[in-house]
């Protein structure tokens, strides 16, 4: 397992105030998304593919959809279980796990930055974010977790939550580089 992650250095951010690894050489860890969920719609898949092709000069990419529900369970808690099977099986013993839930630390993309600057100093080999289904995570991927946030104070639909956290993470990228796409 990935040595535990303190939140505690994701410190809120001045109005104007930068990462603290802009412009620093910060090691880029691969990235895996990891979304529970059903077959992607037309669009999604075309924002998916535009982020992937955006993130390709700052680190390596892997997108990675679970089916939700793979044997149609009634039960929710066996349902939520069969997933939570699904996803550890991708987690890596020396992945950095993101968990991204309502529950989660509100973090802006400045702490988003610094984030994946931590990682990259971790000694971790990947970074892994995981987004739940309908019914969350269960209680070992969350054990697992090095850190947890939220993309919203509102619930977002898995696809949703995947376009924004691609986003989020180009403009993470782009923070730690010094680039003009954030303001």
Request: proline share 3%.
């Amino acid at each position: 397992m990935a040595t535990p992650y303190s939140s505690a250095s994701l410190t809120p951010h001045e109005k104007g105030r930068t990462c603290r690894y802009t412009g620093q050489a910060v090691r880029a860890l691969p990235i895996r998304v990891i979304t529970v969920g059903k077959k992607r719609a037309e669009g999604v898949r075309l924002l998916v593919d535009e982020y992937k092709a955006k993130l390709k000069p700052y680190c390596s990419f892997e997108d990675s959809l679970v089916r939700s529900n793979p044997r149609n369970a009634q039960d929710v808690r066996a349902q939520v279980e069969d997933e939570e099977v699904a996803v550890m099986k991708l987690i890596g013993s020396d992945d950095w796990v993101v968990v991204l839930d309502e529950r989660g630390r509100d973090v802006d993309s400045e702490q988003m930055a610094e984030l994946l600057g931590d990682a990259g100093n971790s000694g971790a080999s990947r970074i892994s974010f995981c987004i739940g289904g309908a019914y969350g995570h269960g209680s070992e991927v969350r054990k697992r977790a090095n850190v947890t946030i939220r993309l919203s104070s509102m619930v977002l639909n898995h696809q949703i939550a995947l376009v924004v956290l691609m986003e989020q993470l180009y403009r993470a990228w782009t923070i730690l580089k010094g680039q003009n796409y954030h303001h």
